[in-house]
């Protein structure tokens, strides 16, 4: 009986201090299996004298067994349960790396000045329209009053896309040029009244330098309604003026020439302190520009407009080369 008991006492004091599924694994086999200690001292069992003896030692090694298969049971769920903690434990991404206050960053100075002019313009009863980047030479010129030969496409310095729409020709698909094409886009899916504005990336093939990027931003406007005149037009620029750079501000149209606008002009701003700032260009919609877009020019009149944005964020910033605000470079960020 004191064998039995040593025997079961030490299997139990070694299976509390088993902490891996190895061990557990192994005292189960040293402990409760056929060759174990408890199992040998079964064998013994006939060795007893009386029968009496025999209940009670086998009863004894059955309780011990049991006791032990218990422990082992325990124990196996216990170490699993850790080496499922430490796992978990181990797998854990430390996101606490960085200490203290995180780098506040801002928006482009592009996408401010983008944001600023899409405000100004729907606080004066404009919606946004978009076209795409990738245009049909159609609406970026055939449908703007530039026909295939017209002296004005040679100015856009265009970038040609290597696709063929189906039917197409080849040489026909272009990287928009100005965000005018959007006006055709707009007035073939709209009926007037039309107050849109479109800002949007656009595309020459210009050498980069310290006033001119290859990729650039601009805003057209729209207005197709009845009775549109110049006075709607220099009206509408020259509260756009004041609502965007300050009651100061004052704004005038100089004659130019656009194939799409007839008349045409050119649009200044003059700073508070009477020097004049060159903005964009500007005019009343031609007759062939609406008949593309699919309106009567008998009934309908408009007027459009169209400027860099980029220029504009250099204007607010004082940035000296525009090629800055496209490098990336966190020293030039900082600092506004
Ligand atoms: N599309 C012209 C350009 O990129 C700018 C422009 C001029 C747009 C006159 C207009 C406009 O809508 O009426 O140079």
């Known amino acids: ?129 978009e076209g795409p980047e990738v245009e049909t030479d159609w609406h970026n010129f055939e449908a703007l009053n530039m026909g295939e030969g017209h002296p004005a496409r040679g100015e856009f310095d265009t970038l040609f896309v290597d696709h063929v729409p189906p039917g197409g020709r080849p040489g026909t698909t272009v990287l928009r040029t100005h965000t005018s094409p959007v006006q055709i886009r707009t007035m073939l899916t709209e009926e007037p009244p039309i107050y849109v504005i479109a800002p949007g990336r656009v595309f020459r093939r210009d050498t980069p330098d310290a006033t001119h990027m290859p990729v650039f931003h601009q805003i057209e406007g729209l207005v197709v309604d009845r009775d549109i005149s110049m006075a709607d037009l220099a009206g509408t620029i020259d509260a756009f003026t004041k609502a965007f750079f300050g009651k100061g501000w004052n704004s005038r149209l100089r004659p130019s020439y656009f194939p799409f606008t007839e008349p045409s002009a050119e649009f200044d701003i003059q700073r508070p302190d009477g020097s004049w700032i060159e903005l964009g260009g500007c005019g009343m919609v031609h007759p062939n520009v609406l008949t593309a877009g699919g309106l009567d020019p008998e009934e309908w009149s408009g007027f459009a407009f169209g400027f860099g944005i980029d220029r504009m964020a250099i204007m607010r910033h004082g940035v000296a080369d525009i090629r800055e605000m496209f490098s990336d470079d966190l020293r030039f960020a900082e600092q506004f």
């Open 1 to 129: 009986m004191s064998d039995i008991t040593a025997a079961r006492d030490a299997a139990l004091a070694d299976i509390a201090r088993a902490t891996s599924p190895d061990e557990v694994a192994e005292m189960t086999t040293r402990f409760a299996g056929k060759k174990g200690e408890l199992a040998g001292l079964k064998k013994r069992l006939g060795s007893l004298d009386t029968i009496d003896e025999k209940k009670v030692a086998g009863a004894a090694i059955n309780e011990a067994m049991s006791a032990v298969d218990a422990a082992l049971d325990e124990r196996r769920a216990a170490v699993a349960a850790d080496a499922m903690r430490q796992q978990v434990e181990n797998e854990r991404l430390d996101l606490t790396e960085y200490v203290g206050k995180p780098a506040r960053g801002h928006a482009h100075l592009v996408t401010q000045a983008w944001e600023r002019l899409e405000d100004v313009f729907v606080g004066l009863g404009f919606r946004v329209a």
